[in-house]
């Protein structure tokens, strides 16, 4: 077990508190602070900080994989690091999003290697063969768009708006309310000609201001619509002349308080608002951008990866045993565990075998592995445990520490099951699948 220092990443749309604050930094940062991470990604591995000399965990994986893994793991995981922990801090919202499918990744890949696109050509899209479901775990109030929403919900959205340019669109999801009339609506969108955009966006945001306005109407304060307008009116305003902001309307619109969990399979599209959470997800970089983004927006692509089933948002539920909450979302990549540890609380059980990352989001903690050693961790703090650590448990300091540990899913009884993020696997349409 030791202790491990992540990288943060300066991007735009990333809030000059949030992670300042966790790290005992001043705030506000000097520039926006999006994601802390921590992992083994070859672009920004955390390093090892009682090792001298700039040791990563990258280093540690490849020096030592038995160790790392474990015995059971070290042929699953090949030498590549299962999974990647963040926190992530959303002053702005990022790009509308999703992510490929094992099969899908591994084809995509492929086919783009043969192509000769060098990795970082803007317009590649597939950087690994290896598909990217994730889970995020709310740490204050927390803000998304998440999956398609029921196609009949969306209708009855389009006809309150009551805008001329969008009344055909809106009759033709009336007559076929289910997933092919959303890839018929959404596809007949994506691909507008930009004058086209140009005219139906402006013209849908002055249908929300005409609704936010309207007393009593199903966007006015309090009505049924509410966040979906403000949504909309705001991504209009930072994205003006984007197609992404049609793609919006289709989807739900998400609020998760503390400690609620989403989590995103292959296809399901996706933008995370406002808020901070922990993330979780597959160690891989593999992301099709549908819009609200200067980045590359690959059509055909984007058509063929995402998933029109529609229906409330695919939320984990946790197994909640004591101080301890375990999100097991349907994939072999990753398990995070949110610990709430009292000062007089027994020391408990992470729950997670083979190689993992401990982080104290808030509070002190003790952390003790079967092997003997023992960390104190202070907020903001994270430590490395191999697998060959065994057992390792947490204890609160003074006051009590929010904790959150991530692992692999894996287990050797699943070994051969369909890889994660597949369609069969963790379905946007059906809330509490990941129970």
Not at 321 to 343: N, Q, T
Request: hydrophobic fraction near 40%; charged fraction near 25%; aromatic fraction near 6%.
């Amino acid at each position: 077990m030791e202790l491990l220092e992540g990288t943060v990443r300066p991007y735009a749309w990333g809030s000059r508190t949030h992670i300042a604050a966790l790290l005992g930094e001043p705030v506000p940062s000097p520039h926006p602070q999006a994601e802390l991470w921590l992992g083994a990604h070859r672009d920004a591995p955390s390093r090892l900080v009682e090792h001298p000399g700039g040791h990563t965990l990258l280093d540690a994986l490849e020096s030592d994989p038995e160790g790392t893994f474990g015995p059971a793991r070290v042929e699953r995981w090949q030498g590549r690091f299962p999974f990647l922990l963040k926190v992530l801090a959303a002053e702005e919202p990022l790009s509308l999003q999703t992510h490929p499918s094992a099969e899908q990744a591994a084809v995509g890949f492929a086919r783009e290697e043969a192509r000769g696109l060098p990795q970082g050509a803007p317009d590649r899209n597939y950087r690994d063969p290896l598909p990217k479901p994730e889970i995020l775990c709310a740490l204050e109030e927390f803000h998304a768009l998440a999956g398609f929403r029921d196609a009949a919900v969306t209708v009855r959205m389009l006809r309150a708006l009551d805008v001329d340019l969008l009344a055909h669109h809106t009759e033709l999801l009336a007559g076929q309310p289910d997933p092919d009339g959303l890839r018929a609506l959404f596809t007949t969108w994506i691909t507008l000609p930009q004058r086209a955009v140009d005219d139906l966006v402006p013209a849908l945001l002055d249908g929300c201001v005409r609704l936010a306005k309207t007393p009593g109407s199903p966007g006015a304060p309090g009505g049924e619509f509410e966040r979906e307008v403000r949504t909309l009116l705001d991504l209009g305003e930072r994205y003006p002349g984007d197609a992404g902001v049609l793609a919006a309307l289709l989807l739900n619109r998400v609020v998760l308080a503390e400690g609620e969990c989403l989590f995103q399979p292959a296809g399901s599209p996706h933008s995370y608002l406002s808020g901070a959470g922990v993330e979780l997800m597959a160690n891989s970089d593999n992301v099709l951008r549908a819009g609200l983004t200067p980045k590359h927006v690959d059509v055909p692509e984007l058509l063929r990866i995402l998933d029109f089933r529609c229906g409330p948002p695919p939320m984990v539920r946790p197994r909640v045993d004591g101080p301890r909450a375990v999100y097991s979302a349907p994939s072999e990549h990753f398990r995070l565990v949110r610990l709430d540890v009292g000062p007089d609380d027994a020391p408990v059980e992470l729950g997670i075998d083979g190689p993992r990352i401990v982080l104290v989001v808030r509070g002190d903690a003790r952390l003790r592995a079967a092997t003997g050693r023992s960390v104190a961790l202070a907020q903001g703090r994270a430590v490395w445990a191999p697998a060959d650590d065994g057992v390792v448990t947490v204890e609160a300091g003074p006051g009590r520490a929010l904790v959150f540990a991530a692992g692999d899913g894996w287990t050797a009884e699943e070994d051969g099951d369909d890889e994660d993020g597949d369609q069969e696997d963790g379905d946007p349409g059906a809330p509490g699948a990941t129970d």
